[in-house]
């Protein structure tokens, strides 16, 4: 048997020891160092800041700002523990609205390494220069600001020290620490010098609003992020009434990534990883992504100080917010809105004055192209339909419940459905006359290729449809308007569905039974460990009624919401949809063209089919001019 080790007595640590623990929570890598230094500035009203790095940050950081600077006085007041002029009360603690506020950073990084501090304040005559290890403080030269020096980090420590990269990626970790102040901070400007060579440099953009952040994205992530990226706003009309307000920009889905790492969120300026807004914004995408692809934004939730806990990690990344729920609906509804709204308004570019046309529920039909005579082909049985209402179904045929059974053919386009097209023949006609101002954003269908993609003529140029997938989205939205307009049923099971739960799964049945309820389910615990499923929503009552009541339970515990019932009644009508499409090799006429081009203008998402592959794309005159080699 292992003998125990002899008892030690309860004692005070040394100060030293204090120091070293504190100092390994908040610096982890000389990125930590400039992020802490950085909040100090940004604190301190900055305008411009200036980063200076040597081997990466391990030798020197250095970080400069035109702040209020600190007065002589409060100097050696600043490098000791928990001393710090941004809180002075609980009250002040509960409620922070600066970047910084325990007063543990600059003590921290003194303990293990070398630090200098040069400031002015704006009624002093010359600078006052202090050193961290001596204590002396000195004169200086600078103009209003703070300097500080931050010199052999780890010196005192070889053994961290050890555990840094290379110089090349010390230096990356910062300059990406860097960069997400950049984002939140349009008004002010940065520089990072490595070597004394200049890696990165972002100006002040004198924009209010998104305007300047739509401007400092283009500098820092490029111009293709925001030129693929559609602006958000929640509530719509900018207000911040509830003590919310959630803006930014989010990535079209086209412009998603394999990695994620283009994603940026912002809580009162602060960069923070948070997975109850990286769940809403997961759910917003959902059926606009193609397979695990990552979408991309940069979102800036303004919610009141006292309503969100930023005292929850030692690197101040993580939050907490009192009302989780109300976050996550803020987020999911602004990004879901900013992506609901077609993009083939962008294909078109009206001449200026040019007023647009009313939209009329019927696409008229072209005249017969003079000059070209083609001989009549004869469709097969089956694929030739001369009424537009037969193709797309009429509105009042669609059944009653998305849940009904599958339908033969797919719900109308339009509510009012079509004109039946003219005389056969007619509509086959492809037709060559000048598109007028202002024309429909998809332009007039001109011919369908292999029976798959319909082609169509606007300003721009060339418009390619695949038609199954935007027929396939249009009937998809279409249904889940329907479900949208219904009340979530539930059904009760005549054998409860039993299974052994863990406690958490117990703590959340019994505390979250009220939203359970609320999505149709009946989750009641019949013992400690055991709970029951009594009843479950009507649309999902042949599915796995246990899975169901796992799924929606770990994810009310995890985020507090849960978009499980509507993930799998979307999936549902993604199926049903995709059997009511349109299929390849179906005979169009021009008619039938030009309505599909119609309702996809107004159908929200329709960008993108179920499944996130695109349904149309734009080819341009110069595209196709260099095809040809036009002008050459």
């Not at 409620?95 to 543990?104: A, H, L």
């Not at 809580?267 to 959902?286: L, P, S, Y």
């Amino acid at each position: 048997m292992t003998s125990l080790p002899p008892r030690r007595p309860i004692r005070e640590l040394p100060d030293e020891l204090i120091s070293q623990i504190a100092a390994g929570e908040v610096v982890e890598r000389p990125a930590s160092v400039v992020r802490e230094l950085v909040d100090n500035a940004l604190d301190a009203g900055a305008t411009q800041i200036t980063v200076r790095l040597l081997g990466g940050g391990v030798r020197l950081i250095a970080v400069e700002d035109d702040g209020i600077g600190i007065p002589r006085a409060e100097l050696p007041q600043a490098l000791k523990r928990h001393a710090t002029s941004k809180i002075a009360s609980l009250a002040e603690l509960e409620s922070v609205g600066t970047m910084g506020f325990r007063g543990e950073a600059l003590a921290a990084i003194a303990s293990v390494a070398e630090m200098g501090l040069l400031s002015r304040t704006e009624g002093e005559g010359h600078a006052w220069q202090l050193e961290a290890r001596s204590g002396e403080l000195a004169p200086g030269a600078r103009s209003r600001g703070t300097s500080i020096e931050v010199r052999e980090l780890f010196y005192a420590t070889p053994a961290r020290r050890k555990f840094l990269k290379s110089d090349n990626t010390e230096l990356a970790h910062c300059v990406e620490a860097v960069r997400r102040h950049a984002l939140a901070r349009p008004d002010v400007g940065f520089a990072i010098w490595h070597e004394g060579k200049l890696a990165a440099q972002w100006r002040a953009v004198p924009l209010p609003g998104l305007d300047g952040i739509a401007r400092r994205l283009a500098d820092v992530l490029g111009e293709d992020f925001i030129e693929r990226a559609v602006p958000l706003m929640w509530p719509a009309d900018g207000s911040d009434a509830r003590g919310l307000r959630v803006s930014g920009f989010a990535g079209i889905p086209d412009a998603a990534r394999t990695r994620a790492d283009q994603q940026f969120a912002y809580v009162n300026g602060r960069f923070v990883r948070d997975k109850v807004i990286a769940h809403a914004v997961r759910a917003a995408f959902d059926d606009v992504l193609h397979g695990q692809r990552q979408p991309v934004y940069a979102l800036f939730v303004e919610i009141a100080p006292e309503r969100v806990d930023v005292n929850v990690h030692p690197t101040k990344i993580e939050v907490r917010f009192r009302d989780s729920r109300e976050v996550h609906h803020a987020v999911q509804q602004a990004v879901e809105s900013a992506l609901a709204v077609p993009r083939a308004g962008q294909a078109v570019e009206p001449a200026p004055g040019a007023a647009s046309p009313a939209p009329a529920p019927a696409w008229a039909p072209p005249g017969r192209q003079a000059g070209f005579s083609f001989p009549p082909r004869e469709p097969e049985p089956g694929h030739r339909v001369s009424d537009v209402s037969a193709l797309w179904g009429a509105a009042a045929s669609a059944p009653a419940g998305p849940f009904a059974s599958a339908p033969t053919r797919p719900p109308a386009l339009a509510e009012g459905g079509f004109a039946p097209a003219p005389r056969p023949g007619a509509a086959e006609a492809a037709a060559h006359t000048p598109l007028p101002d202002g024309d429909w954003p998809l332009g007039r269908a001109i011919a369908q290729l292999q029976g798959i993609y319909i082609l169509a003529e606007n300003t721009q140029g060339l418009v390619i449809v695949d038609m199954h997938a935007a027929h396939e989205r249009i009937v998809y939205e279409r249904l889940k308007r329907q479900l949208a307009e219904r009340a979530l049923a539930s059904q009760p099971l005549l054998i409860p569905a039993t299974f052994a739960a863990t406690p958490e799964e117990t703590a959340t049945a019994e505390s979250r039974a009220e939203a359970l309820a609320a999505l149709g389910l009946d989750v009641a615990p019949l013992s400690a460990r055991t709970l029951a499923v009594r009843a479950v929503p009507t649309t999902l009552a042949q599915g796995d009624p246990v899975e169901l009541a796992r799924s929606v339970l770990a994810e009310l515990a995890q985020h507090e919401a849960s978009h499980v019932l509507q993930r799998a009644e979307h999936e549902l009508l993604a199926t049903m949809a995709c059997h009511g499409a349109v299929r390849a090799n179906r005979r169009l006429t021009l008619d039938e063209m030009n309505a599909l081009l119609r309702q996809m203008e107004v159908t929200e998402r329709s960008d993108q089919c179920n499944h996130g592959r695109p349904t149309w794309r734009q080819l341009g005159l110069r595209e196709l001019d260099a095809l040809f080699l036009r002008g050459r």
